[in-house]
């Protein structure tokens, strides 16, 4: 395996050539930072009182991101915390930490920013923006997290293990949102003219789309990578990037061995680097000239390495890091600016064919290779203790309006840790072997904290004192082990080929995916990248294949 690559530089202030500079911006997009389901009081207004929910609140009514409780993630209050199943707990010795609701709602309340979505991007100067990580990251971030969570077990199955104590299925990331049980067991998700090809839709002015039911729900392996405009897109990718390899030749079995080693080459040597930062996943990697890449685990040891749990440390806790990423607003392609959230229609929720002026141009997300960056380019904003405002109130495409319902992502997040027995940062950090962060430089002032702190708040405030460009120590390494191992763990994946792989060319990261997949075709009129007409990905199968279930 090759070093790992540099990072592309990322300067959203610098236009190359041929971009255009916003001259005027008064009025622009004026129609389409509305938010009526949300209050939007003025830039940096003081925090609102929090209203007291009912007791529990609803946490698991939805079906979106961020919705309802993962089947069999209840482990640790349900059948003991040194029990496995599809989750366990990472630290066992550890106990939970249950603060009181108050404190935690309260703390919630405080980590929303109450800036209303942009205009333009190009407007946005609060400090939040991270300028190392470009917005797609956000979105690998949570592609990654619907191939790792999908639950594809037999529902006869879930009925008669509902606590899930039997791992049937596994975390690997084999792309099971884009292949389902593969084209026996989901027709559905493949071409009915040659079942080797994903099936593609097409948007009313005739642009690729996923395929959709007449209500406008795409058909997937995971419905999660249909909730917004930005992650279906990206979807979409994954399908195109399948077909250009059958279309070169492929069979339907190295189509999509390549289009998962791709994925997962992604994971380890672009995504991975971002979050965490190259040091760290340089120096948990060691490679030989032969044979598998040995992965660093010091802490993620399931007890059934052919099917390894989830860590709620990792699922509830660290991996949520990224909520902090998401944007109140996107460019989605030039001068065109959409709130995430907002009026339904004119913002990005999804379960619906791409409108024409929501396309991606991939510019705005990733660095391309051969393009010159916008002068605006959408930015994460940076790994913090703020969300953007769009996440205080979340729409009923991702959870239930009912009654009861907790809207509030902060709120999820930090009550469904406690319901779930998730043990405080501090004590995490012990248990590593790291200086703990005190509860005054937390800035959790409250005597009933007791000098401890949730999980998921001690992630983002530990990256936030560090600058919150990438995780902390202690997020970082819960991030990278948990990923890292469960590759190291599937036996199928690029890490454990016989013969070391790499892509046909590297380095090789998001953009260069993206170009592969044929997906810059697809961006709006003028803002393609320069690729050779009928350009197909090269097909480079390792020389000892590893055969897997479709």
């Given at each position: 395996?090759e070093p790992l690559?540099?990072?592309?530089?990322a300067?959203?202030?610098t236009?190359?050539?041929?971009?255009?500079?916003?001259g005027?911006l008064?009025?622009?997009?004026?129609?389409?930072?509305?938010?009526?389901a949300?209050?939007?009081?003025?830039?940096?207004?003081?925090?609102?009182?929090?209203a007291t929910?009912?007791?529990a609140?609803?946490?698991?009514r939805?079906?979106?991101?961020g919705?309802?409780?993962l089947?069999?993630s209840?482990i640790?209050?349900?059948?003991g915390?040194?029990?496995?199943?599809?989750?366990?707990?990472?630290?066992?010795k550890?106990?939970?930490?249950a603060?009181?609701?108050?404190l935690l709602i309260g703390?919630?309340?405080?980590?929303i920013d109450?800036?209303p979505?942009?205009?333009?991007v190009?407007?946005s100067n609060d400090?939040?923006?991270n300028?190392?990580?470009?917005?797609?990251?956000?979105?690998?971030?949570?592609?990654?997290?619907?191939?790792m969570?999908?639950?594809?077990?037999?529902?006869p199955?879930?009925?008669?293990d509902?606590?899930?104590?039997v791992?049937?299925d596994?975390?690997?990331?084999?792309?099971?949102s884009?292949?389902g049980g593969?084209?026996a067991?989901?027709?559905?998700?493949y071409?009915?003219?040659?079942?080797?090809?994903m099936?593609?839709g097409?948007?009313?002015?005739?642009?690729?789309?996923?395929?959709?039911r007449?209500?406008?729900?795409a058909?997937l392996g995971?419905?999660?990578?249909?909730?917004n405009?930005?992650?279906?897109?990206?979807?979409l990718?994954?399908?195109?990037?399948?077909?250009?390899?059958?279309?070169?030749?492929?069979?339907?079995?190295?189509a999509?061995?390549?289009t998962?080693?791709h994925?997962?080459?992604?994971?380890?040597?672009?995504f991975?680097?971002?979050?965490?930062?190259?040091?760290?996943?340089q120096?948990?990697l060691?490679?030989?000239?032969k044979?598998?890449?040995?992965v660093?685990r010091?802490?993620y040891?399931?007890?059934?390495?052919?099917?390894?749990m989830?860590?709620i440390?990792?699922?509830?806790g660290?991996y949520?890091?990224g909520?902090?990423?998401?944007r109140?607003?996107?460019?989605?392609?030039?001068e065109v600016?959409?709130?995430?959230?907002?009026?339904?229609?004119h913002?990005?929720r999804?379960?619906?064919?791409?409108?024409?002026?929501a396309?991606?141009?991939?510019?705005?997300?990733?660095?391309?290779?051969?393009?010159s960056?916008?002068d605006?380019?959408?930015?994460?904003?940076?790994i913090d203790?703020?969300l953007?405002?769009?996440?205080?109130?979340?729409?009923?495409t991702?959870?239930q309006?009912?009654?009861?319902?907790?809207?509030?992502?902060?709120?999820?997040?930090?009550?469904r840790?406690?319901?779930l027995?998730?043990p405080?940062?501090?004590?995490v950090?012990?248990a590593?072997?790291?200086?703990p962060?005190?509860?005054d430089?937390?800035?959790?002032?409250?005597?009933?904290w007791?000098?401890?702190?949730?999980?998921?708040?001690?992630?983002?405030k530990?990256?936030?004192?560090?600058?919150g460009?990438?995780?902390?120590?202690?997020?970082?390494?819960?991030?990278a082990?948990?990923i890292l191992g469960?590759?190291?763990?599937?036996?199928?994946s690029?890490?454990?080929?016989?013969?070391?792989?790499?892509?046909?060319?590297?380095p090789?990261a998001?953009?260069?995916f993206l170009r592969?997949?044929?997906?810059?075709?697809?961006?709006?009129?003028?803002?393609?990248a320069e690729e050779?007409?009928?350009?197909?990905?090269?097909?480079?199968?390792?020389?000892?294949e590893?055969?897997?279930?479709?």
């Amino acid at each position: 395996m090759e070093p790992l690559h540099p990072v592309r530089p990322a300067d959203p202030t610098t236009a190359g050539p041929g971009v255009s500079r916003r001259g005027v911006l008064a009025g622009l997009a004026a129609g389409l930072v509305a938010l009526p389901a949300v209050d939007a009081p003025a830039a940096h207004a003081a925090p609102r009182k929090p209203a007291t929910p009912p007791a529990a609140g609803v946490l698991s009514r939805g079906s979106g991101h961020g919705a309802g409780e993962l089947r069999g993630s209840q482990i640790a209050v349900t059948s003991g915390r040194r029990a496995e199943g599809r989750f366990g707990v990472m630290f066992p010795k550890l106990p939970a930490f249950a603060p009181d609701d108050a404190l935690l709602i309260g703390l919630a309340e405080r980590m929303i920013d109450r800036t209303p979505p942009l205009a333009d991007v190009s407007l946005s100067n609060d400090g939040f923006d991270n300028p190392d990580m470009p917005a797609g990251f956000a979105y690998l971030g949570q592609f990654v997290d619907h191939d790792m969570t999908l639950d594809r077990t037999p529902l006869p199955a879930q009925d008669q293990d509902p606590k899930a104590l039997v791992n049937f299925d596994t975390p690997f990331f084999d792309l099971g949102s884009v292949y389902g049980g593969g084209p026996a067991v989901d027709p559905q998700l493949y071409d009915p003219a040659d079942p080797r090809r994903m099936r593609l839709g097409a948007t009313p002015d005739g642009r690729p789309d996923l395929p959709r039911r007449a209500d406008g729900t795409a058909l997937l392996g995971d419905h999660r990578n249909d909730e917004n405009l930005i992650i279906a897109q990206f979807h979409l990718a994954f399908l195109q990037a399948h077909n250009r390899f059958v279309d070169s030749g492929a069979s339907f079995e190295e189509a999509q061995r390549l289009t998962r080693w791709h994925f997962q080459w992604l994971i380890v040597h672009d995504f991975l680097p971002h979050v965490v930062g190259r040091p760290l996943v340089q120096s948990m990697l060691t490679a030989g000239t032969k044979g598998p890449v040995v992965v660093d685990r010091r802490f993620y040891k399931p007890g059934n390495p052919a099917r390894p749990m989830m860590p709620i440390e990792y699922s509830v806790g660290a991996y949520r890091f990224g909520h902090s990423m998401v944007r109140a607003e996107y460019e989605m392609n030039d001068e065109v600016t959409i709130p995430f959230f907002g009026s339904p229609g004119h913002d990005l929720r999804g379960s619906r064919p791409i409108p024409a002026r929501a396309r991606a141009d991939w510019n705005y997300f990733f660095d391309l290779p051969g393009v010159s960056a916008p002068d605006d380019r959408n930015m994460t904003r940076l790994i913090d203790t703020k969300l953007a405002l769009p996440l205080s109130e979340l729409p009923p495409t991702v959870v239930q309006h009912v009654d009861g319902a907790i809207l509030n992502l902060a709120q999820r997040n930090l009550l469904r840790g406690k319901r779930l027995g998730l043990p405080a940062g501090q004590d995490v950090a012990r248990a590593m072997g790291i200086t703990p962060i005190p509860n005054d430089r937390l800035g959790l002032t409250e005597r009933g904290w007791n000098g401890r702190a949730p999980l998921w708040f001690y992630v983002l405030k530990e990256a936030e004192l560090q600058g919150g460009r990438t995780l902390g120590p202690v997020g970082g390494r819960i991030v990278a082990e948990v990923i890292l191992g469960v590759l190291s763990l599937d036996r199928s994946s690029f890490l454990n080929a016989a013969t070391p792989w790499t892509p046909a060319t590297t380095p090789f990261a998001c953009g260069d995916f993206l170009r592969m997949a044929g997906a810059l075709e697809n961006m709006p009129a003028g803002d393609e990248a320069e690729e050779p007409d009928g350009e197909v990905p090269e097909v480079e199968l390792p020389e000892e294949e590893h055969p897997e279930d479709a």
